[in-house]
């Protein structure tokens, strides 16, 4: 039996054969290698000033990080969740290298909480929403004397009644307070985002 292939299946399947082989050639990218950022491409949640703008999809294009349930008050019930979200590839980029690569944009939704005693037992849940709060990477200092950035991030603000007017007006007070229990984590609590994979410092 002849196993020699026809001249013209043959020489139709060479240029598709060297595509592959460049394909997964040493090096290259994969499909699950976080996207290549552009120097002037930072950000399209932040514009050439520095503004950040809130995420509106985040629920549909992001992926759930993790969520903290809050009680504001000393020795009072819980009246906060934190549920938080990151895009995909930057989730992907901190497995890998154990920290958030420039651009990545992490989204903070805060909301009140119901109680009730239920079949379950003692439950809470989030009836809505009081505010957003947005963290954006940015390891280079892009922003010098804009009071927004600091620190190796961008930080917003964004009240429910007011979802699209940022309400911070300097990061230094009107947010890094509340993270500096994660100061050695570069700001984030990562402590309780167990999707991050073994990148996540043990505590």
Request: hydrophobic share 35%.
């Amino acid at each position: 039996m002849d196993t020699k292939l026809p001249r013209w299946l043959t020489a139709g399947c060479l240029p598709a054969m060297a595509l592959i082989a460049a394909t997964i050639a040493p090096g290259a990218s994969r499909p699950d290698d976080p996207p290549a950022r552009a120097a002037d491409n930072f950000s399209p949640y932040v514009s050439k000033d520095g503004g950040i703008s809130r995420t509106t999809d985040y629920r549909d294009t992001f992926l759930h990080l993790g969520t903290f349930a809050v009680a504001t008050k000393p020795n009072q019930p819980l009246d906060e969740m934190h549920n938080v979200y990151a895009r995909p590839a930057d989730i992907r980029a901190y497995r890998r290298d154990g920290k958030f690569p420039d651009g990545s944009v992490l989204v903070r939704e805060v909301t009140r909480v119901r109680s009730a005693k239920l079949t379950t037992g003692q439950s809470h849940w989030s009836p809505d929403m009081k505010l957003w709060f947005v963290m954006v990477k940015d390891s280079k200092g892009r922003f010098p004397g804009n009071a927004l950035w600091g620190d190796g991030w961008g930080w917003d603000l964004f009240k429910a009644n007011e979802p699209a007017h940022n309400v911070a007006t300097d990061y230094e007070t009107d947010c890094k307070t509340c993270h500096i229990p994660a100061r050695k984590d570069d700001w984030v609590y990562v402590r309780g985002y167990p999707i991050l994979g073994d990148r996540v410092p043990s505590r």
